[in-house]
């Protein structure tokens, strides 16, 4: 019986400091998004807001910035954000193609309406210095071109239709090397450099 009790009691402090583990993330899952949510958007910018937004803000102080051109709700396009600088644009057009090849690929790049950034994308990456990356994005438009009539021919607008897009697509083997490229160059640190040495571009002030 004691033997029993002892182990008892053993699991139970598992199951409290687990408890404890679980309660601590969740803690600081909550405090990220507060932050995120309360987090301070500036219409307008200026050297010395930049100056003195952390690294890891940085971008998402940038792209705050752009999206106050729009109402909320307005849809991105393309002809609007081509009014903006150089600098807005190339930081705009990689943060839409970031956030969709690492999520679903190049092909759910293409698939929904942020491919119409495409070539400012890879214009964008050239500009700021981000070569390699540039060069893959270049590949890929061409792939997807040579693609594009088959892939609209086998859509009608279903889920499974846009899983099945994936089947034997060119473009997949072009996302292995988007993330490998990743690993060995830091993408968002090439845009941070970028920004803190051409802030002109972030300050102007921006057409609507």
């Known amino acids: 019986m004691g033997l029993f009790s002892f182990f008892g009691c053993k699991s139970d402090k598992k199951t409290d400091s687990k408890s404890e583990m679980d309660q601590e993330i969740q803690d600081l899952i909550d405090k990220s998004f507060e932050e995120f949510n309360n987090r301070k958007i500036y219409k307008t910018l200026t050297s010395e807001i930049i100056d003195n937004t952390e690294d890891d803000k940085l971008l998402q102080t940038i792209f705050d910035n752009i999206e106050t051109n729009f109402e909320e709700g307005e849809q991105y396009t393309l002809d609007k954000i081509s009014k903006l600088t150089k600098g807005q644009q190339a930081i705009f057009s990689i943060w839409m193609l970031q956030a969709e090849v690492n ?22 990456l050239d500009f700021i210095g981000a070569g390699k990356f540039a060069e893959l994005v ?7 071109s040579e693609i594009k009539d088959k892939l609209e021919s086998k859509d009608n607008g279903t889920i499974e239709s846009f899983s099945e897009s994936y089947e034997d697509n060119p473009l997949n083997d072009l996302d292995d090397k988007f993330y490998e490229l990743e690993e060995s ?8 450099v970028f920004i803190r ?5 972030f300050i102007k002030e921006k057409s609507r």
Not at 106 to 124: P, T
Not at 138 to 144: D, G, H, I, L, Q
Not at 197 to 201: A, I, L, S, T, W
């Open 103 to 124: 999520n679903g690929g190049f092909n759910q790049f293409y698939y929904n309406s942020s491919g119409q950034f495409s070539e400012m994308a890879r214009y964008g």
């Open 197 to 201: 040495k051409n802030k002109e571009e």
């Open 185 to 192: 160059e830091n993408l968002d640190s090439l845009q941070i």
């Open 138 to 144: 270049e590949k890929a438009n061409k792939t997807y």
